[in-house]
Nanobody, 123 residues
Framework: QVQLVESGGGLVQAGGSLRLSCAAS????????MGWFRQFPGKEREFVAG????????YGADSVKGRFTISRDHAKNTVYLQMNSLKPEDTAVYYC????????????????WGQGTQVTVSS
């Protein structure tokens, strides 16, 4: 079992930055592929970024490439999502997730989820 707790969401003006954190506890953190997803009202969860055990990141929508960066710190059992140049269309609930069997951008492939953190970008 893995427990995930997100933090770092909030209200920011367009063009600003936020860094989301996801602290993991339970089984060995480094075994897991970690992902960040976001969910807009009435939509399914959308893959934002993922990172494997060696720190190689992958990114989802073209709209976040070059603006968002995923990273992980094994010593702190934490994965981060640095979000720069935020836009109002980035407003969503952001979720951290974990899985053991390699990269996936499909939310149903992930076994463990955090509770989510709201990110609101004002224009």
């Amino acid at each position: 079992q893995v427990q995930l707790v997100e933090s770092g969401g909030g209200l920011v003006q367009a063009g600003g930055s936020l860094r989301l954190s996801c602290a993991a506890s339970g089984r060995t953190f480094s075994w897991y592929v970690m992902g960040w997803f976001r969910q807009f009202p009435g939509k399914e969860r959308e893959f934002v970024a993922g990172i494997n055990w060696s720190g190689v990141g992958t990114y989802g929508a073209d709209s976040v490439k070059g603006r968002f960066t995923i990273s992980r710190d094994h010593a702190k059992n934490t994965v981060y999502l640095q979000m720069n140049s935020l836009k109002p269309e980035d407003t969503a609930v952001y979720y951290c997730a974990a899985r053991t069997n390699g990269h996936s951008s499909w939310y149903r492939d992930y076994d463990y989820w955090g509770q989510g953190t709201q990110v609101t970008v004002s224009s």
